[in-house]
């Protein structure tokens, strides 16, 4: 698969839920702790069954360039060969998150 044809699915949580997306570019950001997504990838509106949730996760990301999403909300990074529906679930459970270290004083 060539670097231009790979495809993430990105799960983090954001308040109390868990989103799972699909995009292009996923990298560290220049911005200390912060996890940068490009070119969110959703599925095709040829279908005729339209998920609502997938939907709302479209305008809520229509106008977004760049997402940036704290490191320790992420809970995993996969290349898929394919999209997949993007979704939003309730986060079920205890989530911990990962300990990051201080930043030095300058």
């Known amino acids: 698969m060539a670097s231009d044809d790979r495809i993430y699915r990105v799960i983090f949580i954001n308040q109390d839920q868990v989103y799972e997306l699909y995009a292009k570019h996923v ?59 993007a979704k939003v679930s309730d986060a079920k459970g205890t989530v911990t998150t990962f300990p990051m270290p201080v930043p030095p004083k300058s």
């Open 27 to 85: 990298y560290q950001s220049e911005l200390w702790g912060f996890l940068q997504i490009e070119e969110f990838v959703f599925g095709s509106r040829s279908e005729l069954l339209v998920d609502p949730g997938e939907e709302k996760l479209k305008q809520q990301f229509a106008d977004v360039k760049s997402s940036y999403i704290p490191m320790q909300s992420v809970v995993r990074i996969d290349e898929v060969t394919s999209e997949g529906v």
